[in-house]
């Protein structure tokens, strides 16, 4: 079924950068926007970026524009999210989702930004 399995996360220094993946599976990946989200403790899960089925459209929260760039590989089934200039506000479990299923979602990836 619908499973998808993300990395790249890790402690970095403010103003460091990470490179997020996320591997898709069990779905029909190229028909499907997908979506980054982030979730710290007692904090609704927000949503960080999208990008459209074909990778031609982007958008992201305005706290994280300029810094972050999401991407896909449909060959690939993956979709990044590249992250520079890191934040502590940016700490987080990072996790990423096909918009068609919501519901479902991966074990997350840790990003901790830290000195």
């Known amino acids: 079924q619908v499973q998808l399995v993300e990395s790249g996360g890790g402690l970095v220094q403010p103003g460091g950068s990470l490179r997020l993946s996320c591997a898709a599976s069990g779905f029909t990946f190229s028909n499907c926007a997908m979506s980054w989200y982030r979730q710290v403790p007692a904090k609704e899960r927000e949503l960080v970026a999208t990008?459209?089925?074909?990778?031609?459209?982007?958008n992201y929260l305005d706290s994280v524009k300029g810094r972050f760039t999401i991407s896909r590989d449909n060959a690939k089934n993956m979709v990044y999210l590249q992250m520079n200039n890191l934040k502590p506000e940016d700490t987080a479990v990072y996790y990423c989702?096909?918009?068609?299923?919501?519901?479902?979602w991966g074990q997350g990836t840790q990003v901790t930004v830290s000195s």
């Open positions: 990008i459209s089925s074909g990778g031609l459209t982007t």
């Open positions: 989702c096909c918009r068609r299923y919501i519901g479902y």
